[in-house]
């Protein structure tokens, strides 16, 4: 992983104003709240990378894991009731989300509605 802006990051709760909020007003940031032993997680993640980078840095994708360290936190401020729940920030506020895997094209979409 590059320092430099890279489109696919991991981000924790005490990276998370800097990283997500504050960097959001410059481009929107899916940010992908998910966990080790869910399955639909580790499904979703490489689909999501994809359309991601298809995007051709419009959006940036930042990976929060919830069970390290303090991450749950931000799940609960958020109001995150299942993994994956995947919400995009923009202008330092969540704009929509969905939850669970979902398609690629769903994923496009969703991303281009708010572009």
């Known amino acids: 992983m590059t320092k430099h802006n890279p489109i ?3 981000v ?3 990276e998370f104003h800097q990283q997500v909020l504050i960097a959001s007003q410059q481009k929107p940031i899916l940010v992908d709240f998910w966990a080790e032993w869910c ?3 580790i499904a979703i993640e ?3 990378k994809r359309v991601v980078e298809s995007f051709d840095h419009q959006v940036r994708l930042a ?3 919830v069970d390290e360290g303090e991450n749950m936190k931000l799940a609960g401020k958020y109001r995150v009731r299942g993994f994956p729940t995947i919400i995009l920030f923009k202008d330092g506020e969540e704009q929509d989300r969905f939850s669970s895997a979902k ?6 979409e969703f991303i281009q509605a708010h572009l």
């Open 8 to 10: 696919v990051f991991d």
């Open 12 to 14: 924790n709760l005490h």
């Open 39 to 41: 399955s639909p997680c």
């Open 46 to 48: 490489p689909v999501l």
């Open 63 to 65: 990976k929060l894991e």
């Open 103 to 108: 398609p690629a094209h769903f994923i496009e």
